[in-house]
């Protein structure tokens, strides 16, 4: 497959992470606007999610690796699977695709365009929430490239499935994303004044899994090694 | 695989149509029928229309496309996939696939063959909804084409149960389904007075999908570029 | 891959038939202990039976092609996939099958071994709705088998995911399931005074499958069809 | 694939088992404290434990086996597919590795690192769930590995997805888990008094369906087997 350039790149990081956050924060609103039982509101929330990811990454990912995450991004300039020189012009782009995202969501809804969210979202638990979601992010993407590559869409799928319910934070794992949601009073959304303590754990779970699956995934090269289980 | 011949491809499309049809309408008579929670009821209803979404494309994509929708019908005569003469006849076969599905539902739960909808679905909000969801369909189906076409089944089933919740219209994203919905008046049902709204919104989605994924989805020919990540 | 024989191929159904039964009774009578809200118990129901059939026909299916299904060994049985000398047999493995499956969830939760269920099931649209249902599952798994063989687990989960929901029976489509269901006189349950309806709806529905696919699933053999679509 | 030595596969192994312990637990705190509905509670723990199971068995498979369950291991030791030598250290580094998955848990939802859990869960009814829970499991197991190695992972998600509804004890069928829910007091603990009963259950059920399938999966190597149905 031929490679793509820089503006369609930065074009597939953009949309993609405005589809995204348009269905984190539209599936909320819609949740929370058809039913009073907030653990129903989470399983829409989910299900649109985990959806959603599976699609964009799949369809976009030949273009521009559909990280959509800075925290993604970064793991992979410092791997150099992403040149270096890239790293900001994605950044930027996520966070303006993510802003895009939380408008087109309050225009189907109806809503302002721009709301600031008053959720509290703070504190160590939650903090250690989003270290372990976002480590265990990294861990899937990277463990996932080595052995399955195509199933790498599913994989992410799969895990923000399951993130957003084993997590106290609804595993947020994504700094630009949480930008994005600090925009919207709703469901999905987060105070403006939690995000820096959001932004610090989810960058240290993601260079912590980075450092622990450098050595992971690194298989033996001794040769006396001659009866390794494989599943 | 051998081609076939017109008429098994109309067929294709009018079974698939029926069948789309008398899902979405049947689980949500369903739906509504056991439960006073309309949050669980759009999960029953988003849960069996995604579900059939994947079986119907992956047996009759090889006879007709699988395209049960007149908007994605038109991408493809615009772009050559459907010989252009077929157009009229496939979108014939899916109106009328589609009105059978109703019926099929409504003879299943023992209502009335044929009713009309007083379900109000108009307004700036809800078309804006309905261009999101068929841009993001037509999107889905061209990248998902070029790029993993064995997953296309799957990645229409997935997009549709994200969109039917991060749309505040449900993400009808079809005229012919359109139509049918509104012979009846029950959960997912539409007037027959709000289905010209929805129809330009379908298309104009999927005009601006084609538009931008023409270009989006062309790779770079320049030789100069020697980095492109892949996720 | 070699051969099994027929003990084992019988095995194999039997034990198929009973984890199916089991899948079904068990989940519905865990759903209505621990919720009042009938869509959110046929919500487990069909996320329990759906998960399973992907799983059985996997594991099975190699042995002896996992039909679970009297319907569907008959349909096999008239094309010849099936030799005609084994229906009888596989007929009443999957019944042994289903009703050891029915005792299996009855010891799990503490029941008496067998009831007999008073859920009254019957009436034109009923029989319609397993018709429809019965039609259904053949149509998957004739084209699924044709188009996609290693994808008929997955189709068939996910078309009875789907028919759980949009028929107004809830998709029995299964003369064996359906008599091991008239012992369980619980959310699961038919009467056995119904049964016969069923079969007879759910036979029509096959054979109509049968003969309607033999058709469309026949590639045009003339060579001046020359563009035909594929997805 | 090159091999991994020991400390590798350990270390995946225990982070394995971490994991899906905290997946176990975290989404049954998470659920209960969002709904007094135990069904939807249910549901939500299903959806993230099978979610989990499919993505840690990807990523983990390769390396360790990814067993993170001291019954399978033993099957595997049993059956030379793991050198006996290894058992020892893989059930410890399984144990070591749920433990800290239930405290990772506990940390992220800002309870006390550790409590005995206070559920009863006994008696002969949900012994012999356990029992047929882990006879399911190892059945999937071996014979995802004979007939379709690269799906196993999504089998043994949807088998657990399955059995979490029908089986009456919710399926532990892992006596490592069993062990770390046993110091959580929240929706999925278990009285720590409770285990022993528990552990002979699931152990008696993984043999006999090493004892099953042993016979079950082994080809007639007659010739006069002639007409062998394959789905």
Redesign the interface.
């Known amino acids: 497959?031929?490679?793509?350039?820089l503006p369609?790149?930065l074009?597939?990081e953009g949309?993609g992470t405005a589809?995204l956050v348009?269905?984190v924060?539209?599936?909320g609103i819609?949740?929370t606007s058809?039913?009073q039982?907030?653990?129903?509101?989470?399983?829409?929330?989910?299900?649109?999610?985990?959806?959603?990811l599976?699609?964009l990454?799949?369809?976009?990912?030949?273009?521009?690796?559909?990280h959509f995450n800075p925290a993604v991004s970064l793991i992979?300039a410092i791997s150099r699977?992403?040149?270096r020189s890239n790293l900001t012009a994605y950044v930027l782009a996520q966070i303006v695709g993510g802003v895009i995202g939380t408008i087109?969501?309050h225009?189907?809804?109806?809503l302002p365009v721009i709301e600031l969210s008053s959720k509290v979202r703070t504190?160590?638990?939650q903090w250690?929430?989003e270290g372990?979601a976002t480590f265990?992010l990294v861990?899937?993407i990277l463990?996932?490239?080595k052995?399955?590559?195509k199933?790498?869409p599913?994989?992410v799928?799969?895990?923000i499935?399951?993130a957003?319910?084993?997590?106290?934070?609804t595993s947020f794992a994504n700094p630009a994303v949480a930008l994005a949601r600090s925009l919207t009073n709703t469901f999905s959304g987060i105070r403006p004044i939690d995000l820096p303590g959001f932004w610090v754990a989810e960058v240290a779970g993601a260079v912590v899994a980075l450092m622990l699956f450098t050595?992971?995934?690194?298989?033996?090269?001794?040769s006396t090694?001659?009866?390794?289980?494989?599943?």
Not at 37 to 52: E, K, M, P, S
Not at 57 to 66: D, E, M, Q, Y
């Open positions: 497959m031929g490679g793509f350039d369609r790149r074009v597939a949309l589809m348009a269905t924060v539209g599936s819609m949740a058809l039913t039982d907030v653990g129903l509101a989470l399983l829409g929330n989910t299900l649109a999610t985990g959806a959603i599976v699609v990454i799949t369809i976009l990912g030949p273009i521009s690796g559909a992979f699977t992403l040149p087109a969501a225009l189907m809804f109806g504190g160590g638990a250690f929430s372990i265990g861990a899937v463990a996932g490239i052995f399955e590559q199933a790498v599913w994989l799928g799969l895990y499935t399951a957003y319910w084993f997590t106290a934070s050595w992971l995934l690194q298989p033996s090269t001794s090694i001659s009866s390794e289980p494989k599943l």
